[in-house]
């Protein structure tokens, strides 16, 4: 009973205090997502990092709308809400980097959106302290061929990782997999909200996307949405 009540705390009350709109994502990502695919009834999304099954989520709206994908976090406690919320999906308790192994997390709480692999983003968000654990990490192809078998369709990839991004990236064989979309924060790592734009000149998260022949669609604040140049859009 007990566990019951605190994932109902962790789903619906408390979450609310901090995500009060109709949108579900942290600044509108979602509902460029939903306009962007409206004519598109089913799709399949990777979100790693997907912290919360419900608010913070860029891919819950699509998830009502009946898409189905694999979400990705650190925290056990995120995978088993969703499990509890979102049984359609694949929801998987592991890091995603460039090579298979374990590697050290940092957190402040069991569910929070800021926990990360890279201690230096830990440093700069947990200025009070944090505790480490050891999780463990593969790639994503490894997952892709395990769980998406022959398919290479991608409609999103989404990746909110505090500073990992560009491991998530290289885990990928975009020559196998080519994502519609790619939904990813890219932070200035001097200062980490900055929004002047002038830090992604020579981001290399940012370099790494527009090299694979993505270009910028969407953007807020720290948040960005690239579509891949190859594909018409429908």
Known sequence: MIRYLRLFYYLFYRPKIFFP???????????????????????????????HPLFGNNTFLLYKKGWRGMNFDISKYSIELFNFYR??????W???????????????????MLNTLNKDIAKIHFRNGFKSGLVQVNTLNFFLK???????????LKIDVEGEELNVLKSVNFKNYKPRLISVEIHNKDFMY????????????YKFILSLKYK???????????ENSRIIKR
Do not use: A, M, P, T
């Not at 049984?87 to 998987?92: A, G, R, T």
């Not at 830090?199 to 998260?205: A, D, P, R, T």
């Open 146 to 156: 395990k769980f998406h078998g022959s398919s290479k369709k991608i409609d999103l």
């Open 216 to 226: 910028l669609i969407w953007q807020n604040k720290y948040s960005f949405i690239f």
């Open 194 to 205: 900055d929004d002047n734009y002038e830090y992604l000149k020579s981001n290399k998260v």
């Open 94 to 112: 592991c890091g995603i980097s460039n090579k298979k192994g374990n590697k050290k997390f940092f957190y402040r709480k069991k569910i929070n």
């Open 21 to 51: 709109r109709n949108s579900y994502s942290l600044l509108g990502e979602d509902i460029f997502l939903k306009n962007y695919f409206r004519n598109q009834k089913k799709g399949f999304y990777i979100d790693v990092g997907c912290y």
């Open 87 to 92: 049984k359609k999906d694949q929801n998987i």
